[in-house]
């Protein structure tokens, strides 16, 4: 077919409802200063005015508030409406606090500050950082991606955070990894979910090098231009939209570069159903769930899905080689 198309996350672009206020605290954040003089001094000012001893975030008291909202990259968009914020921010699956969809007030039990970030494996220098240092060397950004569960629900969020690119460059891998494998925090103190010993915890996810450093994967630091609540990963997690949402990681405590592929948390847990790959796509169904179609949240619609999510144009290549394998589960 020669007929040019509207790449998907093209279409409609005035679909996507910005909230006004956005551009307006933008603008003013612009107007006061350019953002490094913001950046640098936002933790000071954050410091004088959280007074918890363990330095704990609380409600309103995050030390990164100040980083947000983050500019908008245009360059991703898309074809429907922003989920309500009170819907992506109340339906949530984290398995850590249960295996329902309502577990945004137990998520607040997980302490998000201090938080360190490691690095290991085949790199130059492993390293450990505090989340506050790692988010003053990446270029926050905002960007509106869609999200795909393997339940066959989506939302369309507002994200932000920093291209993963720009924290592998950090992290200066070996040309030998070949993967990353991601890890959240483990501590069944704080987080009930962990207790279930049929489970194998920590939540593990893995991508290949060249998936990770695509354009589109994602590290989300921030949402509707605040930061993370916990039910969404705080203070970090992971966004690849074409992927089905259990390879988008919450709250990422370690990065491991290796040159073996990872097992992930629901391959371990049921191969049959659950590969690394995990791609999206409408005409592989998983054993529960047709994929053809998808619930938008906060609607009455199902549409169709699309193969990787209406994300082909960006990672389609990535999977030439690979075309044996079971890519789509
Ligand atoms: N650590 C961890 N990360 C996780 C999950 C989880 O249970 N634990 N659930 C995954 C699944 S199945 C989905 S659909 C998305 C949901 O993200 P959201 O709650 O922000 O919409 O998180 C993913 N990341
Ligand atoms: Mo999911």
Redesign the pocket.
């Known amino acids: 077919m020669l007929i040019k198309r509207k790449r998907g996350w093209e279409l409609k672009e005035s679909a996507a409802t910005p909230d006004r206020v956005f551009h307006q605290r933008r603008a003013l954040i612009k107007a006061v200063a350019a953002g490094p003089l913001v950046i640098a001094a936002a933790p000071l000012l954050a410091t004088a005015a959280c007074g918890d001893e363990d330095g704990e975030a609380t409600a309103g008291r995050d030390p990164s508030a100040r980083l947000y909202p983050a500019p908008r990259n245009p360059r991703y968009r898309l074809d429907r409406p922003l989920t309500d914020k009170a819907l992506?921010?109340t339906?949530?699956?984290?398995?850590?606090?249960g295996?329902h969809?309502q577990i945004w007030r137990d998520a607040q039990a997980l302490p998000i500050r201090p938080w360190t970030v490691t690095v290991d494996g085949m790199v130059e220098k492993p390293i450990t950082i505090a989340i506050d240092d790692l988010l003053k060397r990446m270029p926050l950004e905002e960007r509106l991606y869609r999200?795909?569960?393997?339940?066959a629900?989506s939302?369309a969020?507002p994200w932000s955070g920093f291209a993963m690119q720009a924290f592998v460059d950090f992290a200066r891998p070996l040309s030998a990894a070949q993967y990353v494998r991601m890890e959240?925090?483990l501590d069944p103190d704080v987080a009930p979910?962990q207790k279930a010993f049929w489970y194998p915890w920590?939540?593990v996810?893995g991508l290949t090098i060249a998936e990770a450093t695509n354009e589109l994967a994602f590290l989300v630091t921030g949402?509707y231009g605040q930061p993370l609540p916990k039910?969404?990963?705080a203070p970090l997690?992971?966004a690849v939209p074409w992927k089905?949402?259990?390879?988008?990681?919450?709250?990422?405590v370690r990065f491991t570069f290796t040159d073996r592929r990872p097992v992930t948390?629901?391959e371990e847990v049921q191969p049959r159903e659950y590969g690394f790959w995990a791609n999206v796509n409408p005409e592989v169904p998983h054993p529960r769930w047709s994929q053809a179609t998808e619930r938008v949240l906060g609607t009455d619609e199902r549409v169709p899905t699309r193969l990787y999510n209406g994300y082909g144009e960006f990672v389609a290549h990535l999977y030439k080689g690979v075309a044996g394998e079971r890519l789509f589960m």
């Open positions: 992506a921010t339906y949530n699956n984290f398995y850590e606090f295996s969809k999200l795909r569960c393997v339940e629900w939302m969020v959240t925090f979910g920590p939540y996810e949402v039910q969404n990963g997690r992971l089905y949402g259990f390879k988008s990681i919450k709250s990422i948390f629901w």
